[in-house]
């Protein structure tokens, strides 16, 4: 038997080479594909910038170490985070967190992170440049893959949430706005 006899197409150890891909792997590049897409370029800011400015949009000031916690990241890489949106003019920390809270105020370690109409001001155009960027993708697909996308966002919004490991409909923001109905 020569080398090209050697591999037939009911091999299964050929399977893996001729699969398609499976769904999950599918689902990972397409989001992959199209997060690099929507990266903003307003703003040059780093996807873990605008998630820390993002947050505090929503949810209000928040302490570093909280929104370190929401943001899943490590108290030196917030604080280095910060350090860029501070310089930028986007967020500023103040010292004490908690206004009723004279203990908290106090004590110098405690900082809260406050967003300034800068940073609220750069979390409004990301948004639109990323809905202006999906709506021209979009565009470019049929009516009946439209419609499939609309209906399954509540299962993206869910797995989103899920993959930040929340209850359904409170995950961090991907800068596309709330879902409709919030």
Do not use: C, K, W
Not at 8 to 34: C, I, K, S, Y
Not at 117 to 130: L, W
Not at 163 to 182: C, F, I, K, N, Q
């Amino acid at each position: 038997m020569n080398d090209d006899e050697s591999v037939t197409h009911d091999d299964p150890t050929n399977d893996a080479a001729t699969a398609p891909p499976a769904p999950e792997e599918r689902l990972a590049l397409a989001v992959g594909r199209l997060t690099r897409r929507m990266r903003p370029t307003r703003g040059a800011l780093a996807a873990s910038h605008f998630s820390a400015l993002a947050t505090l949009e929503r949810g209000g000031p928040s302490l570093v170490g909280a929104l370190a916690a929401a943001e899943r990241a490590s108290a030196p890489s917030m604080s280095r985070i910060l350090d860029a949106l501070e310089s930028r003019g986007y967020v500023e920390r103040r010292p004490g967190g908690g206004a009723d809270d004279p203990a908290a105020q106090a004590d110098r370690r405690t900082v809260e992170v406050v967003l300034t109409d800068s940073g609220r001001r750069i979390v409004t155009e990301v948004r639109a440049e990323r809905a202006a960027t999906l709506g021209s993708l979009l565009a470019g697909l049929d009516p009946q893959q439209r419609a499939a996308l609309v209906a399954a966002l509540p299962a993206l919004e869910r797995l989103a949430a899920l993959a930040a490991g929340e209850r359904a409909g409170s995950g961090r923001d991907t800068g596309l706005g709330d879902p409709p109905g919030r």
